[in-house]
């Protein structure tokens, strides 16, 4: 695969005009089956990311350009985040739980059962100022053994959203409404949470209030995807929605209108803000990994709060 391939920004609105950046995608990895779960860490300049048929996380280096198994086998992991330790949380959807990687490399098992029962296939993960993490349990990887261990839902079919207090260990469903709640991401100041319904026609983004205690309210559809389905998503500092489809990453004014388009040679699966300035962006789509210099900045969060 070539190191550079064609990118294009198609303006759909006027809020789109300057939003934009590097024509070309960086081609940093092109030998995947299936590229999901980016997740940068700024401390180490290096981006990790899930080859979830091939049941490995890989690792690229800034500084070297090199591409290499950072854990094999890895439960079939799909979403990736980063707390607020600079600790990799992971959906292990084969493995159905959520886990985090300490900083001596050892796995801490976050989540596995609730009510005693067994998660479908954690599926997209992310973590608020509060340390609560924030994850979807759709059941693509308990469907067949290409990405997961073909297996019977506990849950009589239904798909949740999770939140875990990893102090307390308190899970608790957020939304029990969704056919297939996939990515997720927080308003910059969190007070709103976006999150994709996959599989449900047509495939869409549903935003909803955060109170103070992590319940969730309204859940009115902020957009309908107009090409294939949504994944993954995350927000810039302005608000606007990034979602990826089947044509590339859809952009959304906070107001949910779709102002434009990053058009990519493979349907993309997800993407991650990375850099000093956070206007590097990542994408997984496909087989290959992406990256790509732009003039947005990925969401500033607020600091982690004193509990």
């Known amino acids: 695969m070539p190191d550079t391939v064609p990118a294009e920004f198609r303006l759909l609105d006027e809020r789109f005009r300057d939003l934009d950046g ?8 092109g030998d995947a089956r299936k590229s999901e779960g980016p997740a940068y860490f700024a401390a180490g300049r290096y981006l990790v990311w899930s080859d979830i048929p091939n049941d490995r996380l890989l690792r690229w280096d800034e500084t ?13 992991a799909n979403g990736n985040t980063i707390d607020r330790q600079g600790r990799l949380i992971t959906c292990e959807q084969g493995n159905r ?70 102090r307390t260990g308190e899970l608790r469903v957020v939304a029990d409404d969704f056919f297939r709640p996939n990515g997720l991401a927080f308003s910059p100041d969190e007070q709103q949470l976006f999150i994709v319904d996959t599989r449900q026609e ?10 103070a205690d992590g319940t969730l309210s309204g859940g009115k559809i902020f957009a309908e995807c107009d090409y294939g389905r949504f994944d993954g ?9 990034w979602a990826a ?9 906070p107001d949910g209108s779709l ?38 900045n990925g969401a500033r969060y607020p600091e982690p709060s004193a509990r």
């Open 22 to 29: 590097d024509f070309v995608l960086t081609v940093l990895h």
């Open 64 to 76: 070297t350009g090199a591409v290499g198994v950072f854990r094999q086998p890895s439960g079939y």
């Open 97 to 166: 739980r959520v886990t985090r990687t300490e900083h001596d490399g050892t796995i801490t098992v976050l989540a596995d059962r609730y009510t005693g029962k067994r998660l479908n296939s954690p599926n997209d993960v992310v973590v608020r100022a509060d340390g609560t993490i924030w994850f979807t349990d759709p059941s693509y990887g308990i469907n067949s053994d290409y990405e997961g261990n073909k297996a019977e839902p506990e849950f009589g079919g239904s798909c949740y959203v999770f939140r875990l207090d990893p």
């Open 202 to 211: 047509p495939s869409h983004i549903r935003v909803f209030d955060v109170t």
């Open 233 to 241: 998503l995350r927000v810039d500092d302005a608000g606007r929605v």
């Open 245 to 253: 489809a089947w044509d590339g990453v859809h952009c959304f004014a």
């Open 259 to 296: 102002i434009g388009k990053l058009l990519l040679p493979e349907p993309a699966a997800n993407l991650t803000f990375g850099g000093p300035k956070r206007n590097q962006l990542y994408l997984t789509a496909g087989r290959s990994v992406y990256a790509l210099r732009v003039t947005f």
